[in-house]
């Protein structure tokens, strides 16, 4: 049980190419929320430089739930 619960925080904490975090995302997403793609995730990148000033890498902890806030007002599938 311990392993499975510190793959999980390793998968969460890891940083990731933006296309490997749109897999990632876009296969942990409840049904109801639309799936994400290429252009959402530059267009956030493009409005939050400061998540990014150190690197283009992105993780499921630092940027999940801020991508998820800011989705519903700026994404293509309004």
């Known amino acids: 049980?311990?392993?499975?619960?510190?793959?999980?925080?390793?998968?969460?904490?890891?940083?990731?190419?933006?296309?490997?975090?749109?897999?990632?995302?876009?296969?942990?997403?409840?049904?109801?929320?639309?799936?994400?793609?290429?252009?959402d995730l530059k267009d956030f990148e493009a409005a939050n430089p400061r998540l990014f000033k150190d690197s283009k890498l992105w993780s499921l902890d630092k940027h999940r739930k801020r991508l998820m806030d800011w989705l519903p007002r700026h994404s293509s599938h309004k």
């Open 1 to 39: 049980m311990t392993k499975k619960i510190d793959k999980e925080l390793q998968a969460n904490q890891d940083l990731v190419t933006r296309e490997a975090f749109l897999e990632f995302y876009n296969q942990g997403i409840p049904e109801n929320f639309s799936q994400v793609t290429i252009q």
